[in-house]
């Protein structure tokens, strides 16, 4: 493997095209400000570099990128790629991540608006995240102890699965399908409207009007803190352990245990879904 170190590029398509290159303690950067340093690259290792420059990383594969910092001016560093590895770096460019498959993310700080658009095969573990449409239209997702925060987040995913995640959200899990979120905390207004198979399972759930428009939604052994207006028109099994504000025209063959519900609106005639009122303890009506 070739290796690069200590040096300072800023031309336009800098090492394009390379291959197998180990490039270390370098800059990306300078008066030329050119663009797209790595396009068409493969076998590229970076460890401990400076991006303060446009489209790094364009077209490559078989790339891993190590302990580095992808600067606010390094916009849209990662498109069109595949079999990527990014450990312990900084993603702090709008629309870092697009259009690539098979990632994988640990220890990593994103700051990155549009972040993980048309992504499939990702892992992400031990990450944070401030986003606004994070992770939209992605699939084949596994992230594993994730703190996010922003709006519009996994909107339109498929096929994912997240455990002991934070997230602070609005509007999250839009059209979302087949997805499982495990011993996390969701916080944020509307959440999860227009979704089809997912489950909630050990969950807390906090904010107005969460999981209306849904199909096959089941709430496994969750609370659910300061919900309005839930389950607008949704078909859900649901076992709760805290109670709810209020439940609204839960849709028929629906069944929803709770220990307390301080209002059941029913004013539509499709709104007859099961409501079983436990004070004793919510059992789980999908178990």
């Not at 398509?13 to 690259?41: H, I, N």
């Not at 990662?78 to 702090?92: F, K, N, V």
């Not at 658009?117 to 596994?142: G, P």
């Amino acid at each position: 493997m070739k290796r690069i170190q200590n040096q300072t590029f800023d031309q336009e398509r800098a090492l394009y095209g390379s291959r197998d290159v180990l490039v270390k303690d370098c800059v990306f950067d300078g008066p030329a400000d050119g663009e797209s340093a790595f396009k068409e690259s493969a076998g590229i290792e970076v460890q401990n570099c400076l991006f303060n420059l446009r489209y790094p990383f364009w077209h490559d594969r078989d790339l891993v990128i190590r302990n580095s910092e992808l600067t606010q001016q390094c916009r849209a560093a990662l498109w069109y790629s595949r079999h990527i590895t990014l450990e312990g770096t900084r993603l702090h460019g709008i629309k870092a991540l697009r259009e690539c498959a098979d990632v994988t993310m640990r220890d990593c700080d994103v700051v990155s608006p549009e972040f993980g658009w048309f992504v499939r095969n990702v892992k992400m573990e031990n990450c944070s995240a401030e986003s606004e449409y994070f992770m939209m239209r992605s699939s084949n997702l596994t992230f594993r102890n994730v703190r996010m925060k922003g709006k519009y987040s996994f909107q339109y995913i498929e096929n994912a699965v997240f455990e002991n995640c934070t997230f602070d959200t609005k509007d999250a899990f839009w059209h979302a399908k087949n997805v499982v979120v495990k011993d996390s905390v969701v916080k944020g207004e509307y959440l999860a409207w227009y979704c089809e198979n997912v489950t909630f399972e050990n969950c807390r759930i906090m904010g107005t009007q969460p999981l209306c428009y849904c199909k096959g939604l089941k709430l496994i052994n969750c609370e659910m803190i300061d919900c309005d207006l839930a389950f607008e028109r949704s078909e859900v099994h649901a076992g709760i352990t805290t109670p709810v504000i209020s439940i609204k025209n839960p849709l028929a063959g629906s069944e929803i245990v709770v220990p307390e519900a301080g209002r059941i609106i029913r004013d539509i005639d499709e709104g007859t879904g099961a409501v079983q009122i436990r004070p004793e303890k919510a059992a789980c009506a999908c178990a």
